[in-house]
C-alpha cells in the first residue's frame, strides 16, 4: 500500500526533513520497494504486482515499432518536475538521451506517460499525477485502469487518455476492453501524435 513516510520534525538539521524533492530518489538505499515524491511527500509502495508489469510491458512492445528513432520508450525512471517533484511512471515516452539525465528527466523533455493503476495508489494516478503532470506541461497522459471505477463501468482493462489539445484544453479518451480504438501518442516537442491502437 502506498503511504507517505512520516518524519520527526524535531531533527530540522537532518537531510530527511520536509518538503522531500526528487534529488532525495538518488539518495535512498537500493531497494525492491518503489519511492516518489509527490507534493513534496515521499511515497513508498510494494513491487508491482506480475499483471501490473505485464500490463506495461503489453503496452510498450505495442507502441516501440510506432516510435521514430530519436524517441526513448523509459521504464520506472524519475520525472524531474518544475515543482521538485519526482514521479516515476511505469513508462514515458522522452527525447532525453538517457544518459545524459542520470537524476532523472526533466518534465519538458517527457511527452506521454503511462501508468498502470494499483488498488493500493488509485487516487494518486487518477487525482494528483493527472493534476501533477498536467502542472508540468506534459501533453499526453495514459492510465491503464485494471478495475471499474467511477467514471467507467464498463469492461476492463480500460485505457483513459488525456490529450492537451492545440487550445490547452484537455481532452480525454477511454477505451474499454475488446474495442478496436485509435490512442494518441505525443513524441516530441512539436506534439507530433502516433497513434496506437
Known amino acids: 500500500m502506498a503511504a507517505p513516510v512520516e518524519i ?13 524533492t526528487v534529488d532525495t530518489l538518488f539518495e535512498l538505499p537500493e531497494t525492491d520497494l518503489r519511492f516518489e515524491v509527490l507534493e513534496g511527500k515521499l511515497i513508498v509502495s510494494p513491487p508491482p504486482t506480475p ?3 505485464a500490463a506495461a510491458d ?6 516501440f515499432p510506432l516510435l521514430p528513432l530519436e524517441v526513448e520508450p523509459l521504464t520506472n525512471s524519475a520525472v524531474r518536475l518544475p ?3 519526482g514521479p516515476v511512471p511505469d513508462l514515458m ?10 537524476r532523472g528527466v526533466p518534465a519538458a523533455l517527457v511527452h506521454t506517460i503511462f ?12 487525482v494528483t499525477k493527472t493534476r501533477l503532470y498536467a502542472e508540468a506541461g506534459i501533453p499526453c497522459y495514459w492510465r ?24 490547452g484544453e484537455w481532452q ?10 485509435e490512442l494518441p501518442v505525443v513524441v516530441d516537442a512539436e506534439a507530433t501524435i502516433v497513434t496506437c491502437r
Open 58 to 63: 503489453r503496452i510498450g512492445r505495442r507502441l
Open 144 to 167: 491503464v485502469e485494471q478495475r471499474r471505477w467511477k467514471e467507467h463501468f464498463g469492461p476492463v482493462p480500460a485505457i483513459v487518455v488525456r490529450l492537451r489539445g492545440e487550445d
Open 93 to 102: 515516452i522522452t527525447t532525453a538521451i538517457p544518459s545524459e539525465y542520470p
Open 8 to 20: 520527526d520534525d524535531s531533527e530540522m538539521n537532518s537531510p530527511w526533513r520536509l518538503p522531500y
Open 83 to 85: 515543482n521538485g517533484d
Open 172 to 181: 480525454q479518451t477511454i477505451a474499454p476492453a475488446g474495442t478496436e480504438t
Open 115 to 126: 501508468e498502470v493503476v494499483s488498488p493500493s495508489n488509485a487516487v494518486t494516478d487518477r
Open 51 to 53: 499483471a501490473h508489469n
